[in-house]
């Protein structure tokens, strides 16, 4: 007596293998598209000032470098500048960038620039992003996968509203 039973599955079972690797491209496709590479924030320093206190800042033996930045009436930056330098242009904090590794010779160390400290003097009205693009102009750089500091002490001084 034959099994038919036996005939039945004898047939090989197929797997449909394209719509599978059609799945796992778009996948890959898609966290590949939503991946967001975070730059590193600035890890500085920042000393703010104290709200109801009049007391000076710790004294320090090098000059202090002011950064003035003046707001238009929208809310951008209208000038940037350092002492009595004036960075204008599209990569003005490029070039505030360079002029401070010039200022504290920058030989491409970490820990360059310890006891030199810059006070930002900002408007009320600028908007937060030229702020934060100026602490990162003046803290540092990484450069061939190593962060290199540049200034360590920041700090900003009160806000006064514009009149």
Known sequence: ???RHSEMHSGKVEVPMT??????FQLLVFFIMSFKIVQPEGDFNIR??????????A?????VFNLRMAAA???DLEQLSMDSRVFE???????LHGYIRGMINDAGGPGTA???EVEINADFDLKYDYVMRAI???????????????????????PKESP
């Open 1 to 3: 007596m034959k099994i």
């Open 19 to 24: 719509p599978m690797i059609d799945i796992v």
């Open 48 to 57: 703010m000032p104290l709200p109801a206190s009049n007391a000076p800042a």
């Open 59 to 63: 004294p320090s033996e090098l000059p």
């Open 73 to 75: 009436a929208n809310g």
């Open 89 to 95: 242009g599209e990569d003005r904090f490029a070039k």
């Open 114 to 116: 310890e006891d030199q």
């Open 136 to 158: 990162t102009a003046l803290s540092g750089y990484i450069e061939n996968g190593q962060r290199h500091q540049l200034i360590e002490k920041i700090r900003l001084t009160p």
